[in-house]
């Protein structure tokens, strides 16, 4: 059973994808579509795993055109990562990190250079507030903060009461 295809027939895979379905209320995850062809879609590959091994926050039932739409904007984000300079891709990864983080506050992100606080800065900016990316990036580097999620992000905003921080 090292074919990808084979292992989607495995009963494992098939009560994975079951359940994804179901939690999803048979609809699309992106556009709201019940009447389309659906699939399970993987958000991630890891090396190794096999097709049910993945959590459910991995896994997302999307309709046939949102799924295609997903997979070409993968590649096309990998071709794009791949020509970037290096301090480009950790602000880049910063700012992915950042938008994850807004979705889930407790999530911790661990700083991994100033170009990534400068991404993830750059997410957090409220325009109601003079809060800028700028005074959210010193915070970070200035503090020596070797981690942070958004929670402690919002509060510090918070705190700031929109000001200098």
Not at 52 to 81: M, R, T, V
Not at 138 to 151: Q, R, Y
Request: aromatic share 10%; with cysteine; hydrophobic share 35%.
């Amino acid at each position: 059973m090292n074919n990808y295809y084979e292992l989607l027939k495995d009963p494992r895979w098939q009560k994975k994808r079951l359940e994804v379905l179901d939690r999803a209320g048979f609809e699309c995850e992106n556009c709201g579509a019940n009447d389309k062809t659906l699939h399970v879609h993987h958000r991630i590959y890891k090396k190794g795993y096999k097709p049910w091994d993945y959590g459910p926050c991995f896994l997302a039932c999307l309709c046939e055109e949102c799924h295609n739409e997903q997979s070409d904007l993968k590649e096309k984000f990998k071709d794009g990562f791949g020509l970037m300079g290096f301090g480009d891709m950790e602000e880049l990864y910063g700012y992915m990190c950042g938008l994850i983080m807004k979705n889930d506050e407790k999530m911790l992100v661990v700083i991994r250079s100033y170009e990534h606080a400068m991404g993830i800065g750059r997410v957090f900016p409220r325009r109601k507030t003079h809060v800028e990316a700028e005074q959210i990036i010193h915070f970070i580097v200035s503090n020596g903060v070797k981690a942070i999620s958004g929670e402690q992000i919002e509060e510090m905003i918070k705190e700031s009461k929109g000001e200098v921080v």
